[in-house]
């Protein structure tokens, strides 16, 4: 976060809490996933938000896994989220578990019930639904509103041993079946589970609902700012109400925009979806929105809090578009990535009046943006050459500056050559393009004094290796998923991954490094993918040089 930039109203409210002398000024935010999927670039936000704002004001972030339902919960969820959150570049003060105050809560349920501000009810689901009222009609007591505090300590006691069915009882505070906010006419605190739980076991059969672990949790840890998403914001009447009547650490609460993004969804439940019904490879495939797909696409830790930073926070929904995530990893990449040559539609040139058997040593810097090009590597030249299919046409338009019957082109590195003439097979298709090259107008050295305006990469056939591609693209084709009549599944984009299974490529390539970006020239942003080996060698597609979506989106339908 920049100091000349304006706050945001986040950095307004801790900066006047510091200079009042609130929490004696100390800034302790904590970022609380479910271990219930991976995380998402809507978590990245949060991330950024929470660990950024304590490293502004020296302050501390606890990792806090809000594991209260062990139905959905799993360690390889928590295994991921840790990794998620180094890899952004973030460490966090204590690795914290609900499930670690699971005797506390109960405690504090226990003295709501003593105090007779919550109760045991054995009402169906629908039943309390029902009691609840509407909006604009009140809710009406259900006949287990008034048992005794006795047997309300009872009842809980034995909910804790075990002695109920699943949903046969739960556990409410009792505070206003009037009230406009519905969140406080009585809400659930427990619920019971007969479920094993990736930490405690079979320890517990009640688990607190997330609006009474939520805020206690965060009173036990002395968090100073909560920072939760925009939904939260009628909880939070709930949040004060239980830390108050609990008599607690008064933490608050506050609330900002989540992020939304176009051409994508962001709810865990959908993206499992996707998961389990095998329309991705799985939580990392390199189309879903997960930090850990994003990594696998080739994004960079400093594109997406680049990102995160550029969005900002807001205090009202909006959409993201998208293309400015796709910029912020163009602009990183292209100040990083190392330039190398990969034909991914090939077509064999040969140049006629180059030496038979020939070969040359050519030099080409790793990243032209860089003063002093980060070094270079060697790339191999030879009389036959793989070049893209597209950089010829038998029948050229007069701004066509590649390849064509009498055209020159320069060679990437290399020299200046003209197309005399090309071979076709039975059914049309070019098979061979005949060159010849200028001597005196090698790359470096060049004497010729001509001049050319296309310039054209190419792989030498003798010399070069060959990797599988995966060209990825937008997951959806929709710009909003879910505004579909139907399943938002129904708008999957059927072009998100092409597999060009033999791609030509330079073979410095063969020591590419896993999490290092490489501009393939003129196709785009690659890297190696982590299921590559060196048997197989697979690149990932991160993202094109340009924005092609917005080309085509302003085409007429």
């Not at 204590?94 to 003593?114: H, K, M, P, R």
């Not at 590649?402 to 060679?411: D, I, K, Y």
């Not at 072009?495 to 501009?519: C, F, H, M, N, W």
Request: charged residues 30%; aromatic residues 10%; contains cysteine.
């Amino acid at each position: 976060m920049n100091e000349d930039k304006s706050l945001n109203f986040l950095e307004e409210i801790i900066e006047e809490d510091i200079r009042n002398g609130k929490n004696d000024g100390r800034v302790l935010t904590r970022f609380p996933p479910e271990p219930n999927g991976y995380l998402h670039i809507g978590h990245a936000k949060s991330i950024c938000l929470n660990f950024g704002l304590a490293q502004k004001y020296k302050g501390k972030t606890n990792l806090r896994f809000d594991d209260t339902n062990p139905v959905t919960e799993d360690v390889e969820y928590v295994e991921s989220i840790k990794n998620d959150i180094k890899w952004l570049g973030f460490e966090w003060a204590e690795e914290l578990y609900t499930s670690d105050y699971f005797e506390t809560l109960y405690g504090y349920a226990v003295g709501l019930i003593e105090k007779g501000l919550a109760y045991v009810d054995d009402s169906t689901p629908e039943e309390i639904a029902a009691s609840k009222g509407t909006p604009t009609e009140p809710g009406t007591p259900t006949p287990y509103r008034d048992r005794s505090v006795e047997e309300n300590l009872r009842l809980f006691a034995e909910m804790k041993e075990g002695k109920y069915p699943d949903g046969s009882k739960v556990l409410r505070a009792k505070i206003d079946l009037a009230n406009p906010n519905m969140h406080l006419r009585d809400p659930l605190l427990y619920r019971i589970k007969h479920a094993h739980h990736h930490r405690t076991g079979d320890a517990w059969c009640i688990y607190p609902m997330y609006d009474f672990a939520h805020g206690q949790s965060d009173s036990i840890e002395r968090v100073t700012h909560s920072i939760c998403t925009l939904e939260f914001v009628p909880h939070r009447a709930l949040y004060d109400w239980l830390i108050e009547h609990i008599g607690i650490f008064p933490s608050k609460q506050y609330e900002f925009a989540r992020l939304n993004m176009t051409y994508t969804v962001m709810s865990k439940r959908r993206l499992l979806q996707l998961v389990n019904e095998k329309h991705v490879e799985g939580w990392d495939d390199p189309r879903m929105p997960t930090i850990s797909g994003l990594r696998r696409r080739g994004y960079t830790p400093e594109s997406i809090r680049n990102f995160c930073e550029r969005i900002g926070v807001a205090k009202r929904e909006n959409v993201i578009d998208v293309g400015l995530l796709e910029f912020c990893i163009r602009e990183d990449l292209n100040k990083t990535a190392w330039r190398r040559m990969a034909v991914l539609d090939p077509v064999k040139l040969i140049i006629t009046n180059y030496p038979e058997g020939k070969e040359e040593i050519l030099y080409g810097e790793n990243n032209p943006e860089v003063e002093g090009g980060e070094g270079g590597r060697d790339i191999p030249f030879s009389r036959e050459l793989w070049i893209e299919r597209e950089d010829f046409m038998e029948d050229a338009p007069k701004k066509f500056f590649r390849l064509g019957p009498g055209l020159s082109v320069r060679l990437k590195h290399a020299y200046i050559v003209t197309c005399d003439d090309f071979v076709k097979d039975e059914t049309g298709n070019i098979t061979e393009i005949h060159c010849s090259y200028i001597p005196n107008s090698k790359s470096g050295e060049d004497t010729s004094g001509l001049k050319v305006k296309g310039t054209i990469h190419w792989v030498s056939v003798p010399h070069a290796k060959t990797a599988e591609v995966r060209l990825y693209d937008r997951l959806f084709k929709s710009e909003n998923p879910l505004a579909t009549t139907g399943d938002f599944k129904e708008s999957i984009n059927p072009e998100s991954l092409e597999i060009l299974e033999t791609v030509y490529i330079e073979p410095d390539l063969l020591r590419a490094v896993p999490g290092k970006g490489y501009q393939f020239i003129r196709k785009g942003y690659f890297t190696l993918d982590t299921r590559s080996t060196s048997e197989r060698l697979v690149f990932n597609r991160t993202v094109g040089l340009r924005d092609t979506w917005a080309k085509e989106s302003k085409k007429p339908g």
